[in-house]
């Protein structure tokens, strides 16, 4: 079983930074790839990034150059620097964890239970 959390939300005004912690326990070593996504407020939940056991990221092109993962292996926490942030990026943020044979829509995913972002105009 793994378990996931994460930390790190506020609200921020239009430009400002915020960075989001996921960690990740139990049994890590099952982990393939880790995820952040975003739901804002009725909308569909969307992936903004995700980052694999080999250190290869992935960011949906909206936040492209403004958000950055990076991991600390140690303590299994992912995190999601997030700059240049902007109205559009507001939304609860959650992080999943799977292993290699599950996509991120499956069933026996981990996932937290999020941490909301507001960015103000």
């Known amino acids: 079983q793994v378990q996931v959390e994460e930390s790190g939300g506020g609200s921020v005004q239009a430009g400002g930074s915020l960075r989001l912690s996921c960690e990740v326990s139990?049994?890590?070593?099952?982990?393939?790839?880790t995820g952040w996504f975003r739901q804002a407020p009725g909308k569909e939940r969307v992936e903004v990034a995700h980052?694999?056991?080999?250190?290869?990221?992935w960011y949906d092109g909206s936040v492209s150059g403004r958000f950055t993962l990076s991991r600390d292996d140690a303590k299994s926490i992912v995190y999601l620097q997030m700059n240049r942030l902007n109205p559009g990026d507001t939304g609860m943020y959650y992080c999943?964890?799977?292993?290699?044979?599950?996509?991120?829509?499956?069933?026996?995913?981990?996932w937290g239970k999020g941490t909301q972002v507001t960015v103000s105009s």
């Open positions: 139990g049994d890590t070593g099952s982990v393939w790839q």
């Open positions: 999943a964890a799977r292993p290699y044979e599950l996509l991120f829509s499956e069933p026996g995913v981990s």
């Open positions: 980052i694999n056991e080999y250190g290869t990221k």
